[in-house]
């Protein structure tokens, strides 16, 4: 459209910062799926081979192996258009689900039965129903995560 005006600089500029926008996006791609992977088989829900861990650098080399393969398979596949159109359909699936997800959650009734007393092992509720979380970031899980195999370790 700039072109057609006589803006050719503009339009280098539009241009320059998309192909800027692709690329972080798949780079954020590229670092948060192999760590998606790893929450979800340590919950279970993936291969156990995700939750495997660099014992020096704490990151799940076996995601990032096998999730970047296959992202540039996709590239090489499919042509550009086509994978700008898959990235913004799943950007626009993300936004949906989370929003969704808070939705749920917010109407969500509590579960848990008030009356009774807490097990000895077991921290009381908060006092706005919400619960108290193990861990506040994915860095902490990891370290939760480590200090529960040492001890599982240590047991054995």
Known sequence: AFYKKGYAWAGFIVATGSICAMNTVILCSLFSVPRIAYAMSEDGLLFKIFSR???VTKVPIFGI???GILMAILA???DLESLVEFLSIGTLLAYTFVAA???VLRYQTDKTNRSEPPQPNQSPPAQDGAGL???ESFS???QLVERQKVAKE???
Do not use: T
Request: no cysteine.
């Open 154 to 156: 240590r047991r054995e």
């Open 140 to 142: 902490d899980k990891l």
């Open 65 to 67: 192996i096998v999730f």
């Open 133 to 135: 979380k193990e861990y």
């Open 101 to 103: 997800s808070v939705i």
């Open 53 to 55: 861990l660099n014992p």
């Open 76 to 78: 090489l596949i499919f």
